[in-house]
């Protein structure tokens, strides 16, 4: 299996300040044959559902504001909230899809200092 | 508008029985693969079951296979899991999410509100 490690457990960010939270794979999870990276980022509130954020590690899914973005390659990946507003207090989970079982990172809880 | 209803959740004694279901709207049903994740009380995610959108494919967690089984009805656009032989540890917040793809490439673009599974004697 391959195990999502994220980093760190929590964090308290100034409104308007850069959040950047971290995730790292036990193994690759970019796909050579297609050169796509099997890594999305949800972001789950207080007693809500998560929700979807970025996919192929980079690809913000429509409506997500662009203060969010997704990066890395191969097993390091980076989350970052560019101006964190009051709405982004939540935590937020990586999640590889590149092989079964499909695993999720533990989680990086977000508030505001 | 996408929507996903889940029900079925309840309070079971180890080595009972439920079955989830999950009720959705739309959406093409038999274009998305289905699937379960869960999220046991203050704890993380994790995937549970997918389904692929013909119901011709099922993929488990070790977790669970031999004991839960996925399964769909695409003339009544509901998701199902049969969960027998139920643990303590399956007690949890039982989500069910559309995958983007009708093959399960693991994509949730939308998750229903769960329903809350409790196993204790």
């Known amino acids: 299996d391959i195990v999502m490690t994220q980093s760190p457990d929590s964090l308290a960010v100034s409104l308007g300040e850069r959040a950047t939270i971290n995730c790292k794979s036990s193994?690759?999870?970019?796909?050579?044959?297609?050169?796509?990276?099997?890594l999305t980022w949800y972001q789950q509130k207080a007693g809500q559902p998560p929700k979807l954020l970025i996919y192929?590690?980079?690809t913000r899914q429509s409506g997500v504001p662009d203060r969010f973005s997704g990066s890395g390659s191969e097993t390091d990946f980076t989350l970052t909230i560019s101006s964190l507003q009051a709405e982004d207090v939540a935590v937020y989970y990586c999640?590889?899809?590149?092989?079964?079982?499909?695993?999720f990172g533990g989680g990086t809880k977000v508030e505001i200092k | 508008e996408v929507q996903l209803l889940e029900s079925g959740g309840d309070f079971e004694q180890p080595g009972g029985s439920l079955r989830l279901s999950c009720a959705a709207s739309?959406?093409?049903?038999?274009?998305?693969?289905m699937s379960w994740v869960r999220q046991a009380p203050g704890k993380g995610l994790e995937w549970v079951s997918t389904i692929s959108g013909s119901g011709d494919d099922t993929y488990y967690a070790d977790s669970v296979k031999g004991r839960f089984t996925i399964s769909r009805d695409n003339s009544k656009n509901t998701l199902y899991l049969q969960m027998n032989s139920l643990r303590a540890e399956d007690t949890a917040v039982y989500y069910c999410?559309?995958?983007?793809?009708?093959?399960?490439?693991?994509?949730?673009?939308?998750w229903g509100q769960g329903t809350l599974v409790t196993v204790s004697s």
């Open positions: 999410a559309k995958e983007v793809a009708v093959t399960g490439e693991g994509i949730f673009d939308y």
């Open positions: 192929w590690a980079s």
């Open positions: 739309g959406f093409t049903f038999n274009s998305s693969a």
């Open positions: 193994q690759t999870v970019l796909y050579s044959s297609n050169n796509k990276t099997y």
């Open positions: 999640q590889q899809y590149y092989s079964t079982p499909l695993t």
